[in-house]
């Protein structure tokens, strides 16, 4: 039977032995990755005494490592992880590209020791996905390890799942998955639709698609699947560039945030291999017509963006006018600084649907007056039920602003005509005056200042790029 120790005293242990591996130099996310491939051997040990069988082949097994020490167990470990990343299954995709970052013998078997001391396979899905997520999401504030880019705040994604309300018979993409938290908030809103077995089946091995082009994060996210008993014979999550990598799938619902910026130099140039793209070396803007292209006619989909999307000119401003004609655009989110754990430019949440021009777009301002901070004052799902109850997921026809200009001229949601719409260069809608008092701490601004100094970077060096050298 499983060891039924609280949650909050195995994560106790999970960060004890982090601390201890950090003092002698190995960073949280090498040591989770670590965790991550000694647990599923560990598991799958379990599940084999249980007389469920192993899916991993003799002589790269829990019962092949646990016994050893010394550099034989170093040995040993990288043989193992060698082996299953050429496993082409679930197997493949958890240890994609695995290589072993803790080289101490004496370190590694602190980790093997004390993973010995639990039974993982045996505890409810909810109970060990529950302490993956707790640590990925510390793994997340890591500041020095930049793991914080792969996530997105728990309480943003919970909202926007809530509004696109994924059905059970549904099939749901995130074409930038990070560690998969899109992907399980609309696992877990979906499983309590129906107790229908043949709709949980499909659930669980064919209703969710997740690709990333970074290993460690597809390692991450399959674990963080498989802890929930997702995706248990073949992992839905796929190591692959979904800007280069082109596909015939499509879906019904697709939420994602993707990265920002340029792509990296060395990358693959996207028209290259998508010629029917309006050619942009922004990330966001090559990510935006990609989820266009992956959307069933009918289906639906919230995405994470930054404000350039909405106001840039150029290429920027031909996608934006795609997306006007041949989608929805009924609803834009505009999110406040302060809620993602690495410095970032100002966001928001685009709603749309694939099939039909945008008539008119509703918008909720929660960003102007609105002040969070990762350490004092993080974001909640609770600050976002406002939002949630406007939007009227199923209902829309039942949408009341809450501004109005005589009596309410600072009412966060507010819709805009195809008339008004039209009378404008961009989508930053603005109209909410408060007279602010600026109460950052120094770091704040200063933290907000390096994020619009990267983002002038980013800019500049986009500028130089395009003309290609010519003297100015």
């Given at each position: ?9 195995l ?10 591996l ?8 090498d ?12 598991m ?13 082949p ?45 080289d ?7 980790v ?68 998969g ?37 597809v ?27 082109t ?13 920002f ?60 006018e ?19 754990y ?6 928001n ?19 102007t ?32 602003e ?5 009596t ?37 601004i ?27």
């Amino acid at each position: 039977m499983a060891n039924r120790k609280t949650e909050s005293a195995l994560l106790k242990k999970v960060w004890d032995i982090a601390n201890v591996l950090a003092a002698a130099g190995v960073g949280f996310t090498d040591y989770i990755t670590q965790l991550t491939y000694i647990l599923f051997l560990k598991m799958d040990d379990e599940k084999e005494e249980l007389g469920l069988g192993s899916t991993i082949p003799e002589g790269y097994k829990w019962v092949d490592l646990v016994q050893l020490s010394g550099t034989d167990l170093v040995d040993k470990y990288e043989d193992i992880l060698e082996e299953l990343s050429k496993d082409e299954g679930l197997i493949g995709t958890i240890f994609t590209r695995a290589i072993n970052k803790i080289d101490r013998p004496v370190m590694l078997k602190k980790v093997i020791d004390m993973v010995s001391e639990e039974n993982w396979y045996m505890m409810e899905g909810d109970f060990k996905g529950t302490i993956y997520e707790g640590i990925l999401e510390k793994n997340g504030q890591d500041k020095k390890s930049g793991a914080g880019q792969y996530f997105t705040p728990r309480a943003l994604i919970s909202a926007i799942v809530d509004v696109i309300d994924p059905k059970i018979t549904e099939t749901v993409a995130d074409p930038c998955c990070g560690t998969g938290g899109f992907l399980l908030a609309a696992y877990e809103h979906m499983r309590k639709q129906s107790k229908d077995v043949e709709k949980q089946k499909f659930l669980k091995n064919n209703a969710l698609y997740g690709a990333d082009n970074t290993s460690l994060v597809v390692t991450l996210a399959s674990m963080n699947l498989y802890l929930h008993d997702i995706g248990v014979n073949k992992s839905p999550i796929e190591y692959k560039d979904s800007l280069i990598e082109t596909t015939d799938d499509l879906y019904q619902v697709v939420i994602t945030n993707p990265p920002f910026g340029t792509r990296p130099q060395g990358s693959v140039e996207v028209s290259a291999n998508r010629p029917e793209f309006v050619k942009t070396t922004d990330n966001q803007v090559n990510f935006l017509q990609h989820i266009m292209s992956i959307v069933k006619t009918g289906g639906r989909v919230g995405v994470v963006l930054p404000d350039s999307v909405l106001t840039d000119a150029g290429a920027t401003a031909k996608v934006r006018e795609n997306l006007m004609k041949g989608y929805n655009l009924h609803t834009i989110l505009r999110l406040p600084t302060g809620i993602f754990y690495a410095n970032g430019v100002k966001t928001n949440v685009l709603f749309f649907e694939k099939g039909e021009p945008t008539k008119e777009i509703w918008v909720y301002d929660y960003r102007t007056g609105v002040k969070h901070t990762l350490a004092t004052k993080p974001m909640t799902r609770e600050h976002l039920q406002e939002f949630v109850d406007c939007y009227c997921s199923g209902h829309m026809q039942d949408r009341k602003e809450t501004y109005d200009s005589e009596t309410n001229p600072n009412g966060r949601w507010r819709r805009f005509s195809e008339s008004e719409i039209e009378l404008r260069e961009d989508l930053n809608f603005k109209w909410i005056d408060f007279t602010e008092e600026d109460n950052r701490s120094v770091g704040e601004i200063l933290n907000e200042m390096q994020g619009e100094a990267d983002g002038i970077s980013a800019a500049v060096a986009q500028l130089k790029e395009l003309l290609g050298g010519i003297e100015i």
